[in-house]
């Protein structure tokens, strides 16, 4: 049986996406440091394994805490991550967040190391998400969108429209604060893996996932943060979709 397919192009049922599957996340938040830090990619937790194998693609949300108007570039020292975004929300605690993806290799990579925080006072939180099925061609299906704001930590993801079946929406979200190792927890979106730093200047990450996208846009609500909602506080939200290989 012949179907259309994305474009117009007929395709087979059985040369169909299947759907990805998630091998796993994890996160981790840490005090602020001049020096790079190793994030291990081999305590995977959630999903179908423990660590990315060949071909698995690796999506990293790193966020920095800052004071106000701090700005710095947030990086990945490990080679062959490609860059989604890297933004900065001024803000009495200002956010500076970068989201990064990278295929694994035949050899797995068994960390990624991310760069410094810029001064002992920046605290960083690092979640990550490890997906298999992806396509190595096309990995992001749509362009990714963003949004931003002050006077709250309570990260709200943007919408994102999808155009091919089975599409993973990742919903990656960084916040600065003074509430320390404070956490984002989500009612709808899944895998949800977020974690705080504590440091004079606070940082959480968060990614979660909607594994169930079938048509039209899709729009997360707002994440649910743990500590206190206060107007010094700011965040990022950077929405991406995952295309399912072939």
């Given at each position: 049986m012949i179907i259309p397919?994305?474009?117009?192009?007929?395709?087979?049922?059985?040369?169909?996406?299947?759907?990805?599957?998630?091998?796993?996340?994890?996160?981790?938040?840490?005090?602020?440091?001049?020096?790079?830090?190793?994030?291990?990619?081999?305590?995977?937790?959630?999903?179908?394994?423990?660590?990315?194998?060949?071909?698995?693609?690796?999506?990293?949300?790193?966020?920095?805490?800052?004071?106000?108007?701090?700005?710095?570039?947030?990086?990945?020292?490990?080679?062959?991550?490609?860059?989604?975004?890297?933004?900065?929300?001024?803000?009495?605690?200002?956010?500076?967040?970068?989201v990064f993806w990278k295929f694994m290799g035949s050899t797995p990579d068994t960390t990624v190391v991310v760069g410094a925080t810029g001064n002992t006072s920046r605290a960083g939180a690092v979640s990550i998400h490890v997906w298999r099925g992806i396509d190595p061609n096309f990995p992001l299906d749509v362009v990714s969108t963003t949004a931003g704001g002050g006077n709250t930590p309570v990260a709200n993801p943007p919408s994102i429209t999808p155009i091919t079946a089975e599409a993973v929406v990742l919903c990656c979200a960084g916040a600065a604060h003074g509430q320390g190792t404070a956490t984002f927890s989500h009612g709808s979106l899944t895998e949800v893996t977020s974690a705080g730093g504590s440091d004079t200047d606070d940082a959480t990450s968060v990614i979660g996932c909607n594994e169930a996208w079938s048509s039209g846009a899709y729009d997360a609500a707002a994440y649910t943060f743990s500590g206190a909602i206060v107007d010094n506080a700011s965040w990022i939200a950077v929405t991406m979709a995952l295309r399912p290989g072939p």
């Open positions: 397919g994305i474009g117009g192009n007929p395709y087979r049922i059985k040369d169909r996406p299947a759907a990805p599957v998630f091998v796993g996340g994890y996160s981790e938040g840490f005090a602020g440091s001049a020096s790079t830090r190793s994030i291990s990619l081999t305590g995977l937790t959630g999903g179908v394994d423990t660590a990315p194998s060949h071909g698995d693609i690796v999506v990293v949300c790193y966020c920095v805490g800052g004071g106000a108007n701090d700005g710095i570039d947030v990086t990945i020292s490990t080679a062959g991550y490609t860059e989604v975004a890297d933004l900065q929300q001024n803000e009495t605690f200002t956010t500076n967040l970068g």
